[in-house]
């Protein structure tokens, strides 16, 4: 991108938005690669606020407004709150989350009108998160015109995968016409990438990662790159989500129309919002719910779930010729060690052993000493890649 006219003082500080399906995240970081100051989520809808937390955990704010309290008030008081916290004058730039970046956008970019109406042209691309993703970008205009904002892509990680893997088995025309695989999760996978360098990990090893959260997908990686990825052209394919459904075959949901009924809408609200473990267990898409819960059908979603990434993992294995390291990120692959010991199982024929003990206490390293496979669990981390990417595009 072209460098804006703002410069990081040395008391600057960059807010960090990460919008995803099922929360935004938040985080302020100083100049440098360094850790966050304060940690945070949002909301608006049916229990709007926000939390802020310190490096070490402790709560230094939690604001709960009315129901339908609008987001630009949600986000006016945040930035509000930044100002008395840091002080007047020191929030420099703000960095966002956006799902979608398209064929155009392959790395970072200043969020002007015109960038911005590029972007909302991409919703139907990806029509549940690249509005969450936008949303945020235009009420912080608002409230803070001249505040510089800059876009990062979480396709844009997979712009390295081969056109083979990318292609689908469509008539060409198809692909012309920009249907192909495009790979989500990027910005996780991306910090993944990055811990795994400053462990001292060899990074050209084949590496799967999980990136299991409400939305999930795996990332087959070698040397930082990626190699591949189970979602697709949109953020519903691969692996069974919190509400989406995960690969099916795409002679079903003509059935659902063709031969139920259903209407396009109706049938992209099941596929967004009805399916995935909330579909299949009828209770939740939270997995801690359904990990607590007796209920048989809560059983078999979480079933169903392993199944599928263990699945999937096998194929990001082919892709990648072998597989030397299972790294799980997100809020399931680092907090539900049920679920982890249930996927590596399930792996046992590829050399994946757990250490129970390891996994119980949440890792970082969770693999058996005999085990082919190196398995470590690190802590999704997508707002610190973003902060890194505005402080590389900011002028010294
Ligand atoms: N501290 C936790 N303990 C147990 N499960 C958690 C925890 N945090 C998140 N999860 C699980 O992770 C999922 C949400 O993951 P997360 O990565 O936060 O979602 P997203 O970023 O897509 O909004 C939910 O299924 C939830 O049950
Ligand atoms: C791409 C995607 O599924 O994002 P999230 O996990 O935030 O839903
Ligand atoms: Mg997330």
Redesign the pocket.
């Known amino acids: 991108m072209t460098d804006p006219a703002v410069a990081l003082p040395d008391d600057g500080l960059v807010l960090a938005v990460n919008s ?4 935004i ?1 938040f985080a302020l970081f100083g100049p440098g690669d360094s850790p966050a100051l304060v940690r945070g989520t949002l909301a608006d809808g049916a229990r709007p606020g926000f939390e802020a937390r310190d490096a070490g955990g402790a709560v230094l704010v939690c604001q709960s407004l009315a129901e339908g309290t609008p987001a630009a008030a949600v986000f006016a008081g945040l930035l509000d709150w930044i100002e008395t916290f840091a002080g007047a004058g020191r929030l420099t730039a703000v960095g966002h989350r956006i799902v979608h970046g398209g064929d155009a956008f392959a790395a970072p970019v200043e969020l002007t009108p015109e960038t911005i109406e590029a972007l909302a042209a991409l919703t139907p691309l990806a029509p549940l998160h690249q509005p969450r993703c936008l949303q945020p970008v235009g009420v912080i205009a608002a409230l803070r015109p001249g505040l510089l904002q800059i876009g990062c892509f979480d396709t844009a990680f997979h712009r390295s995968m081969e056109p083979t893997v990318r292609r689908y088995g469509l008539p060409r025309r198809f692909e012309q016409l920009g249907i192909r695989k495009f790979g989500f999760h990027g910005l996780s996978y991306e910090h993944i990438a990055d811990r795994l360098h400053a462990m001292g990990k060899d990074t050209g090893s084949p590496t799967v990662v999980a990136h299991l ?3 999930a997908s795996l990332c087959a990686m070698t040397d930082g790159q990626s190699r591949d990825t189970t979602m697709g052209f949109s953020v519903l394919d691969g692996l069974p989500m ?1 509400t989406r459904c995960g690969e099916v075959d795409p002679g079903a949901i003509l059935y659902m129309q063709r031969q139920l009924g259903l209407g396009l809408a109706e049938v992209e609200d099941i596929l967004y919002h009805d399916s995935g473990l909330l579909g299949v267990s009828g209770l939740s ?5 359904l990990l607590d819960s007796p209920d048989p059908r809560a059983a078999e979603a979480v079933d169903l779930f392993t199944f599928h990434v263990a699945r999937q993992v096998a194929v990001m294995a082919s892709t990648l010729g072998g597989i030397e390291r299972l790294v799980f990120t ?3 692959g ?3 060690g049920a679920v982890r010991e249930s996927i590596c199982a399930r792996l046992a024929w590829l050399g994946v052993v757990l250490d129970v003990e390891a996994n119980r206490r949440g890792g970082p390293s969770i693999s058996a000493g005999g085990g082919r496979v190196t398995v470590l669990v690190i802590p ?1 981390d997508e707002e610190r890649v973003i902060a890194r990417h505005v402080l590389a595009s900011l002028p010294r």
């Open positions: 995803g399906s099922s929360s995240k959260g409400s939305g919190a898409g939270d997995m801690r719910e997100g809020g399931i680092e907090h539900q999704a």
